[in-house]
C-alpha cells in the first residue's frame, strides 16, 4: 500500500484479498515508510501517519495484518516477502517517477516464482487504459474516459472478514514515537482543519455534498465562497477513493444538477488528465517537459526585464508589493491548502518576478510539496505546468515575459472577485 491508504474501496486490495482467498491464505498490508527526498515536513508525515493508524486498526477488524517498514522499498519488501514465505505481491498505482521507480525495484528483487501485479486503485479509469499516450488537454482525453466511465464507474465489493488467519503476527506500531523518529522539518506544522483519515474525509466530502456542492458551478472560482469540496488532502494521500466521491455526488440529486458534472469534470477527466501527463511525460516537472511552442515562447522572453524580482525566501514569507499574492501564500503556509483560482494566480506571478522560467518552475514546486497537503501530487506538478508553462493549454496574445503562456494579472481579479475580502482574511503581517 503506497498512494491509496485506505482499506474499503480499494481496488488493489480488493484483488489481493480475492487472491488470497482463492489459495486459502493470510492477507498481509504493508507500508514501506521511506522519506521522499529532503524537506519533509511534520505536516505530510503527520497526515500520512495518523491516517494509516487508522487503516492498521480496521485491518486489525478483518483480520488483517498491517506491517509498517522503514526503508528502501526496493530492498525492504523483497526480504519482507522472503521472510514471510508469501505467495503473491499486489501494489497500487502513483504515476510519479520515485514510486514507479520503487515498484520496478521491488519487481527486479522479488523471487522469480512470486507474482506481482499493479491495480491503479486512484483513478476511475485506469491510467494505461484510459489512454496509450501522453493527451494534449482535456478535450483529446475527456471522450475516452466518458465512454469508459459506464464499465469502470461502478460499486465497489466489500473488503470483509479474512478467514484465513497469518501464522504470525505483526509487529505493533507505536505511531507517535514512528513519528517523533522521523528527521522531519517542524517548522511546517500540523493544520487544524483537516483531520487524517477516511473517517474525516467521509465527513468532509458529507458536508460537501450537504452545504457546499449547490454553490460549486457558479461559485467555485470565487476564493471568498464556500464552493468547493476541500477534498483534496484525502484523495491525495488515498483516504478516500475518487471513484466514491463521485457516486456519492452523482447521488445529490436533481436540486443540484448544474454542479454535479461541473465537479465530476474536475475530479474524474481533469484529475485523470494529470495522471497521464505524469505517466508519459517524464520531465513533468521541468520546463524541457512542455510542448514546444511553450518552450519556444519562454524561451523568447527569457531575458524580458522583469518589474519585479524576488527571492525564494522572500516569496516564502510573502514579501511581495502584491497583497493579493502575499495572501494566497500566507493561505497555503498557514492552512495547507490554497484555493484553485489563487493558486494559477500564484503561480503566473511567480514567473513574472522570477529571472527566468525554469526557476519560476522550481520555485512553484518547492513551495507547493512544502506547505500544501496535497503537495508531491500530478495535479500539483501540472497545475504549476498549465500555469507557467502551458501544459493543457494553447497559446495566447504574446506579451513580455509571459510569451504566449495565459497571462492572469490583478485587475483581473478584481473582476471575479472581492480582492479586497480576500485580502482581509488572510495578508499577513509576517510570515
Not at 520555485?363 to 506538478?381: F, V
Amino acid at each position: 500500500m503506497y498512494r491509496d491508504q485506505r482499506v474499503q474501496d480499494n481496488w488493489a486490495l480488493i484483488y489481493a484479498q480475492n487472491l488470497a482467498l482463492e489459495a486459502q491464505l493470510p492477507l498481509h498490508v504493508c507500508f514501506l515508510l521511506e522519506l521522499e527526498g529532503p524537506g519533509a515536513t511534520l505536516r505530510e508525515y503527520s497526515f500520512l501517519l495518523k491516517g494509516l493508524e487508522e487503516v492498521a486498526e480496521e485491518c486489525g477488524a478483518l483480520g488483517v495484518q498491517f506491517h509498517l517498514l522503514r526503508g528502501s522499498p526496493g530492498v525492504m519488501l523483497p526480504g519482507f516477502v522472503k521472510e514471510w514465505g508469501l505467495g503473491a505481491v499486489v501494489t497500487d498505482f502513483s504515476p510519479l517517477r520515485t514510486p514507479l521507480q520503487w515498484a520496478e525495484d521491488v519487481k527486479e528483487g522479488l523471487p522469480p516464482d512470486v507474482p506481482f501485479v499493479q491495480v491503479d486503485a486512484h483513478n476511475v479509469v485506469p491510467c494505461w487504459v484510459a489512454s496509450d499516450k501522453q493527451e494534449y488537454a482535456a478535450r483529446t482525453i475527456r471522450g475516452k474516459i466518458t465512454k469508459l466511465l459506464p464499465e469502470f464507474l461502478t460499486q465497489f465489493p466489500l473488503v470483509d472478514k479474512h478467514p484465513h488467519c497469518a501464522a504470525r503476527l505483526a509487529k505493533p506500531v507505536d505511531w507517535a514515537q514512528t513519528l517523533s523518529s522521523l528527521e522531519l522539518d517542524r517548522s511546517v506544522g500540523e493544520v487544524e482543519w483537516a483531520r487524517p483519515g477516511t473517517a474525516a474525509g467521509t465527513a468532509m466530502l458529507e458536508s460537501f455534498i450537504d452545504e457546499r456542492l449547490r454553490h460549486y458551478a457558479p461559485l467555485r472560482n470565487n476564493p471568498n465562497s464556500e464552493a468547493l469540496s476541500q477534498l483534496s488532502p484525502w484523495v491525495h494521500f488515498g483516504h478516500l477513493s475518487a471513484q466514491r466521491v463521485v457516486l456519492q455526488v452523482q447521488r445529490s440529486g436533481a436540486s443540484r444538477a448544474q454542479s454535479v458534472p461541473a465537479f465530476v469534470e474536475e475530479m474524474v477527466v481533469r484529475r485523470e488528465l494529470a495522471d497521464n501527463f505524469c505517466y508519459y511525460n517524464k520531465k513533468y516537472d521541468q520546463v524541457e517537459g512542455a510542448y514546444d511552442w511553450a518552450r519556444k515562447t519562454l524561451q523568447d522572453h527569457a531575458g524580458d526585464p522583469r518589474p519585479y524580482v524576488y527571492t525564494r525566501e522572500e516569496l516564502e514569507k510573502a514579501q511581495t508589493y502584491d497583497n493579493l499574492w502575499n495572501a494566497a501564500q500566507y493561505q497555503m503556509v498557514t492552512e495547507g491548502k490554497m484555493h484553485g483560482f489563487m493558486r494559477m494566480y500564484w503561480a503566473k506571478k511567480i514567473l513574472e518576478w522570477t529571472s527566468s522560467p525554469e526557476e519560476a518552475l522550481s520555485i512553484a514546486i518547492y513551495l507547493n510539496d512544502r506547505y500544501e497537503l496535497d503537495g508531491r501530487d500530478p495535479n500539483g506538478y501540472v497545475g504549476c505546468m498549465w500555469s507557467i508553462c502551458g501544459i493543457h493549454d494553447q497559446g495566447w496574445k504574446e506579451r513580455p515575459i509571459f510569451g504566449k503562456v495565459r497571462y492572469m494579472n490583478y485587475a483581473g481579479c478584481t473582476r471575479k472577485f472581492d480582492v479586497a475580502q480576500f485580502e482581509k482574511q488572510y495578508c499577513p503581517k509576517r510570515l
